[in-house]
């Protein structure tokens, strides 16, 4: 018998790559606008170029169908991702530079406490498991771990400190690239999470870029 969870899920449809891909270029369109409108902010800016990478990042992982998709597209994908968590670490560390608030308060703290928890708990999880995922998937994994923790970390510090919503886009940001994540390591294909992911991204994305 499915949950009421899964009766909501169930609702809810899987969308195409090229929706996935459409979503996208709108968010891309959203951060530009959003530059415009504050163009003497050059935080904006960082955050354009930061969903600019997660653009290519998109057009990387859903340019083609998953089964047709070549491990490299996957990789490509990562970094470019990679590149767009940073990015938006960036732009929130200037923020907090420039305000000359503390970085380390009770948001990073709490922000560091939560990552620790999801790592430690990430690498049980992955010593349990039957499947054994490859030295490479696991290494870069773990990197992927540590840059969304950066940036995580980060957007709290700043939301703990200016009483802003940003760290609901970065937790959104991190639940989905996350999920991600855990479908790559133990190769799970289940389209509850595939649906998550593009619950959790756009909200992630718009949070970020806007609620500064």
Not at 19 to 39: D, E, M, N
Not at 62 to 78: C, D, Q, V
Not at 115 to 141: D, E, G, H, K
Not at 164 to 189: N, P, Q, R
Request: charged share 10%; with cysteine; glycine share 4%.
């Amino acid at each position: 018998m499915k949950t009421r969870f899964e009766q909501i899920m169930a609702h809810i449809p899987l969308i195409s790559n090229r929706t996935k891909l459409i979503i996208s270029s709108l968010l891309l369109a959203f951060a530009f606008i959003v530059s415009y409108i504050r163009q003497n902010s050059i935080d904006s800016t960082i955050c354009f170029l930061a969903m600019l990478f997660s653009f290519g990042g998109d057009i990387a992982l859903n340019s083609m169908p998953l089964k047709n998709r070549p491990s490299s597209f996957l990789y490509a994908g990562a970094g470019l991702f990679m590149f767009a968590h940073l990015a938006y670490a960036s732009a929130y560390f200037t923020l907090i530079q420039n305000s000359e608030k503390a970085f380390f308060n009770l948001g990073a703290i709490l922000a560091c406490i939560f990552m620790l928890t999801l790592f430690t708990v990430s690498v049980i999880c992955t010593s349990r498991a039957n499947t054994s995922p490859s030295s490479t998937t696991l290494l870069i994994f773990s990197i992927y771990t540590l840059v969304i923790g950066i940036n995580f970390v980060t957007i709290c510090s700043y939301s703990f400190s200016f009483v802003s919503a940003s760290f609901i886009g970065a937790l959104s940001f991190l639940i989905s690239d996350f999920i991600i994540g855990v479908e790559t390591v133990f190769k799970i294909k289940n389209d509850i999470l595939r649906k998550l992911v593009w619950i959790f991204y756009p909200i992630g994305q718009i949070l970020i870029i806007a609620c500064r």
